[in-house]
């Protein structure tokens, strides 16, 4: 059975993205840095980068991963909530991918834990 262009579905991802930012709900959180892990996934069609070998035509993970690093440095935020938000609102606007899945861990946030955090998923709204 041929599979239609409906059923594609390509997903760009990033795994392990560290970030040391300011984030935190106390106040002493607030005067230092924290270690934050990203993963993120991107649904998008990538046919066309992948028919013509051009990298302007596909989501361009190292640009994404400066991007979020950006937004993490230059946002003093409480909640991890509330960051993975700003990140996925930042991906669909400037990289336009059907949906975006943002799962962000504060791996010193409780030590007796190996991983916590927050894993969110957006939609484009426009398409």
């Known amino acids: 059975m041929k599979q239609q262009a409906a059923d594609a579905v390509d997903v760009v991802f990033i795994h392990g993205l560290q970030v040391d930012a300011v984030i935190g709900v106390y106040e002493w959180e607030q005067q230092i840095t924290q270690p934050l892990v990203f993963d993120i996934e991107m649904a998008a069609d990538q046919r066309q980068a992948a028919?013509?070998?051009?990298?302007?035509?596909?989501?361009?993970?190292?640009?994404?991963?400066?991007?979020?690093?950006?937004?993490?440095?230059?946002?003093?935020?409480?909640?991890?909530?509330?960051?993975?938000?700003?990140?996925?609102?930042?991906?669909?606007?400037?990289?336009?991918?059907?949906?975006?899945?943002?799962?962000?861990?504060?791996?010193?946030?409780?030590?007796?834990?190996?991983?916590?955090?927050?894993?969110?998923?957006?939609w484009q709204t426009d398409k």
């Open 51 to 122: 028919a013509n070998d051009d990298i302007a035509a596909a989501i361009n993970y190292k640009t994404v991963s400066e991007r979020v690093t950006q937004v993490c440095r230059e946002q003093q935020v409480a909640l991890i909530e509330r960051l993975a938000q700003l990140v996925a609102e930042m991906i669909l606007a400037e990289f336009a991918p059907d949906r975006v899945t943002v799962t962000l861990y504060k791996p010193t946030a409780v030590k007796e834990a190996r991983h916590v955090g927050v894993k969110i998923t957006r």
